[in-house]
């Protein structure tokens, strides 16, 4: 869920610099696209589909209901609105990842009180094999963080272990949990920190497992991933959005997909320098680079768009707000 002080200072400076990322307009699966769907107005996770190629799942923040919705990349087009039977009311609905047991995983994990829930919920139903618009039944798990309450954005599956993993959002910086080896639903299931980890909106494995990305509202970072533990950091490179929510692994692990939230947001492809990321080493995008490049090359061969300058003017601006904001509420 958005931080209003923050992103409504960003996305200021962001319009003022004309910052915008290039979408590719049409053409094969996995571009760059937008959102048409105008009740898509707040995409907060993506999960690129295996069982429909070029096909990404996502889903809207919060006071939308239980949907959950299929994207086409070649249109940028809705091609399956799915309804969750069996759950609850969802909460504060934050990502969504594919687990290598066909089924999707949903986070509603979201916290905006900053830990005011004693337990969030993760729903899981199995990914549609035709896309039309169906009702299906989902299974719902209670979760609890061992070391208590707090708020998330990023709900990963290994697609490996099929482990689900959680990496709460802290503007101190957050953690990384685990989940146990298989989700109950016949007790809460409780969520251990193993590592730690920057302020955090979404993230993604590999499609080997051998790799982490771990994104920001203006950067992102890819960590080594080998037994449930994080390894070696390093810069991702990320194009600067308006807010930045969402990420994934394209299915063929060729490149990554960012994605925004706001109506007609829209999803960028960056490429991944040298290799698919979907067996033996794992590749990133610029290991040299910092959060946002200068111009970065989607599928398409356009160029997206963007400014280390003005990142770092954005961050040192967002700095200044979060202060004067402390400073009001002291005084």
Known sequence: MRSYLTVSGATALLLLAGTS????????ADRSFTIEDPRITESSGLAAS???PGVYWTHNDSDDGPYVYAIDSRTGKTVATITLRGVGQPRDVEAISLGPDGNLYVGDIGDNLNGSWDHVWIYRFPEPKQLKDATVRATQFDV??????RNAEALMVHPTTGRVYIA?????GGGLYEGPAELTTGATNVFRRVGEVPWVTDGAFSPDGKELVLRS???ARGYAFKDGRLGTDHAVQAPLQRQAESVTYT?????LMFGTEGKQSDVVRVDIAGGSGGGGD????SKDGGGASSATGDASGQQVKGSTLVGALVLAAVGALVLMNRRRKRG
């Open 217 to 219: 509202y203006f950067s």
């Open 144 to 149: 609890k963080y061992a070391d208590g309450p």
């Open 282 to 285: 794992s590749k990133s995008p």
């Open 168 to 172: 709460s959002k802290n503007e101190d």
């Open 50 to 52: 295996r069982a429909h």
């Open 21 to 28: 990322p290039a979408v590719a307009a049409g053409g094969g």
């Open 251 to 255: 299915a063929d692990g060729s490149a």
